[in-house]
């Protein structure tokens, strides 16, 4: 999810609103910043959670994103009687030596990383720093990767202490009590480590039962690098309302992470959490970050109402869903605006029944066409992504998408490469045609796959041409977008895209196609 716009009433001029602007947070001494001095506890122990320094020029696209699973795994530590710092290094755009420096002057006990395939590489230099400045800091690791594949991480790493398989917040609190205590870990469930040159895996861990037992640690952040671009003056924070999803695509990874399942939190304390992050952190621009929120019919119209309630007409909500569900919810989709829900992204993914049933979507085409006609008819940005680079992917085959895309119509489009994750059921099926090895580049918008018919080559030219083309056309319809404040946001919106640095970086490969981009763009900005 990428790019989003702000809550107005169905028939509400969005230029007759103010929206909140961002004030001055005072810098609180668990924040650690690349130069100067860090103040912290001397007494309890400290860990520091640091997130990747990774930039692939797509997410920083629309904003500066908060760690949100480093808030509540922050609770969790707190529970175990150590001290947490959360360092954003990611958000904050600081450097492997700058966080080095952070370490030097730490020294923390214990640091905290989670990663994904993309991140992977990055994750693991900032942990070889660790151990370098400060060799008796042990290393958790968590996410998705880690998960999966702890192994590959051991034989790949000899920075890494503990990896935390699964979902984490649990974990990390009996594992950090243990170590605290000097008992063995090798009775807390959801871990891997190393143990005399062998590796050890203790039993699963259960999923929380209560998503209420960890709260998010917001007071922990520094709130002035989170805003939200395309709307000048906010400021930008996310939230979490459930954990899951039970479908079953076979490219994503949070189906096998959380094993098909879903669990919701309570509307009341969803709603709670909200108005403080309105109240105390001036946050008007909020991330519904789940995977899957819309998935009880009864419970997501009960958050919806309680939402609507707070009456903050400046609080504006960013969601994704499926297009199942936008259709499902026809009758109520004025209830999501008057919660605040602006922009809302679905994941059409293909354009192809036979691709869309490869993948496993459990949608057909005509659906996602009609989620896409709901969202425009009561007022929502729209957002949806395709996906590029399958097997028998052919120039003639991407053609067919980019015309359905403009058949589709939503407000943004994004074309990834379709990746295969290493433990995802995707992967098994295409692993003899995988062409490119370096996680850096598992990222959804380099190829991976090289198809039968096509070059790598081939496919990425291609992708930045649908962008080009489909951007060139939906520019004419923006420009006749009668209300004032949408028009402009939409335009700066494009504007970020096109000159954001994954488009540009492709670009400089083909310098043709840089020429035409750059053409493009001094018409918009006349």
Known sequence: MYH???????????????????????????????????????????????????????????????????????????????????????????????????????????????????????????????????PGT?????????????????????????????????????????????TDPSSVPGLVFRSDGNIVKTTPRSFLEDLETYKARYDLLDWEPYKYFAIPGTRLGAISTSRGCSHNCIFCSQQKFWKQTWRPRDPQNVVKELEMLYSRYRVNVVLIGDEYPTSDRDRWIDLLERIRSL?????????????????????????????????????????????????????????????????????????????????????????????????????????????????????????????????????????ILKPDAMTLDEVDLALVDCYRKFYARKFGAVMKEKDEFKRQYMIRSMQLIMKSSFIIDKLKRFPVWRARIEKMMKTWVS
Not at 33 to 47: A, D, H, N
Not at 150 to 163: G, H, L, M, R, Y
């Open 138 to 182: 042990r290393v958790i690791l968590g996410g998705v990767h880690p998960s999966f594949c702890p192994e590959e991480i051991f034989q790949t790493s000899d920075a890494v202490d503990f990896i935390v398989a699964g979902e984490g917040e649990m974990t990390l609190h009996e594992l950090l009590s243990s170590l605290e205590a000097e």
């Open 311 to 447: 009456n903050h007409r400046d609080l504006y909500l960013l969601m994704e869903t499926r297009v199942d569900d936008i259709v499902r919810d026809a009758d109520i989709l004025s209830l999501y605006r008057e919660a605040g829900i602006v922009h809302v992204y679905v994941g059409v993914e293909a354009t192809r029944q036979e691709t869309l049933d490869y993948i496993k979507k459990d949608i057909n085409v005509e659906m996602g066409r009609e989620a896409l006609r709901l969202l425009r008819e009561h007022g929502f940005i729209s957002e949806t992504s395709f996906v590029l680079g399958f097997p028998d992917e052919t120039a003639e085959t991407i053609e067919a998408t980019l015309e359905l895309a403009h058949y589709y119509d939503p407000d943004f489009a994004h074309f990834l490469t379709i990746t295969p994750w290493p433990y995802a059921d995707l992967y098994n099926d295409v692993k003899d045609l995988i062409a490119v090895t370096d996680y850096r580049k598992y990222n959804l918008i380099d190829p």
């Open 4 to 134: 989003f716009t702000r809550k107005a009433s169905r028939h509400e001029s969005l230029r007759d609103r103010k929206s909140v602007q961002a004030y001055p947070i005072k810098e609180r001494k668990v924040n650690p910043k690349p130069t100067g001095s860090l103040c912290y506890s001397t007494v309890m122990s400290r860990i520091l959670f640091v997130s990747t320094p990774y930039h692939c020029g797509v997410v920083e696209v629309a904003g500066r994103w908060i760690p949100l699973q480093f808030c509540t795994l922050a609770d969790a530590a707190d529970r175990a009687g150590v001290e947490p710092v959360i360092y954003d290094a990611m958000s904050t755009m600081v450097t492997h030596e700058d966080i080095e420096l952070v370490l030097k002057d730490m020294k923390p006990d214990y640091l905290g990383l989670s990663s994904i395939t993309a991140t992977l590489p990055d994750t693991l230099e900032v942990a070889a720093a660790a151990k370098r400045v400060s």
